[in-house]
């Protein structure tokens, strides 16, 4: 379902910034330590309206629980119709797409819209699938979007009691409600064919984070694709494969992309002046920053400053 697309179409409504950045909002929580080897878990509360952005592909499955308010959220393929899903508490989201594809959403209602994001490592899925499936190859997971399934909300919910709890959790009942889990996807998400690519084709999650960080990191420095390659511990040449696999952009690009994502934040949400919002992001020149953020989003800084505080205004 992910197909093709003109970059340039997509260039000017996507701004990712980090793979736990790439939807704009403020992290509440998150559970990356040794008790949680299986599972990254964060949990977020979004803005009330969100701009189609783009979701990078990534090799983990990816549960995304919606634990207050209520939303109208769209999906699409890249250049694709968009499909909506109203969506309230306990609903979720699972993906393991091989491809990126774009969302947004318009929250519904006074609440917050909060939801948790949690990433199910590749190990522990493969184990759990040979284990209940007998299959050497794990199978692909059925996309769902908006579904309701009251285990999983369960299973969710002890998971986020965990992380929130003194001692951020423990360690032997993170890794059985993460088995658990695992089950749980594979007995009932399962899709019916055995996945045919091969899973080790795709960038995986913690190196797509680690680029993405390492480059938010260095915004205003030159690109450097090779510093960028040891980050992670790969070659340029096998790294710049599966990024633009995994982003569907070369990292070049994307870093492009970052800077003006960053600049847009900074022209919304501070009164540096251009120039020195320019610099921030790498661009000594000013011409040559409004010509690329001109590029990418389809106006000016100065006009994008503007159109953004008549939105806020009205």
């Known amino acids: ?63 995304v629980w919606v634990m207050s308010g209520e939303a109208l959220v769209e999906e699409r393929d890249l250049n694709g119709e968009w499909t909506a899903s109203q969506v309230r508490v306990g609903d979720f989201f699972l993906t393991r797409s091989q491809t990126p594809y774009e969302m947004r959403w318009r929250s519904i209602g006074p609440s917050p819209f909060q939801v948790m994001h949690l990433y199910l490592s590749v190990p522990l899925y493969r184990r759990v699938a040979e284990d209940v499936l007998g299959c050497t190859m794990p199978p692909a997971l059925r996309d769902i979007s908006g579904g309701k399934d009251q285990q999983l909300s369960h299973l969710l919910a002890l998971i986020h009691q965990e992380l929130t709890g003194e001692g951020k959790g423990s360690d032997l009942f993170i890794r059985g409600l993460a088995h658990s889990l695992a089950v749980h996807l594979v007995r009932n998400y399962a899709a019916r064919e055995t996945e045919k690519e091969d899973r080790q084709a795709s960038l995986p999650g913690f190196k797509l984070r680690r680029a993405v960080a390492h480059l938010e990191q260095n915004l205003a420095a030159p690109f450097n694709l090779g510093g960028l390659a040891e980050a992670v511990g790969m070659s340029e040449f096998h790294f710049s494969r599966l990024f633009k696999k995994a982003t569907g952009f070369s990292p070049s690009r994307y870093f492009i992309r970052q800077r003006v994502a960053r600049a847009q934040q900074l022209l919304q949400e501070t009164d540096l002046s251009i120039i020195q919002i320019g610099m921030s992001v790498g661009y000594s020149s000013p011409s040559h920053f ?24 009205i």
């Not at 990712?16 to 040794?34: C, H, K, N, Q, Y």
């Not at 389809?298 to 205004?313: C, D, E, F, N, Q």
């Open 1 to 63: 379902m992910r197909g093709s697309f003109r970059e340039e179409a997509v260039a000017a409504r996507t701004s990712p910034s980090g793979l736990e950045r790439f939807i704009a909002g403020r992290t509440l929580v998150s559970g990356d330590g040794p008790a949680w080897k299986d599972l990254f878990v964060q949990v977020f509360s979004r803005r009330s309206e969100q701009e189609p952005f783009l979701v990078p592909a990534v090799a983990e499955p990816l549960v």
């Open 290 to 313: 409004a010509q690329v953020f001109r590029r990418e989003t389809g106006m000016t800084p100065r006009h994008y400053r503007a159109a953004k505080s008549i939105s806020v205004a």
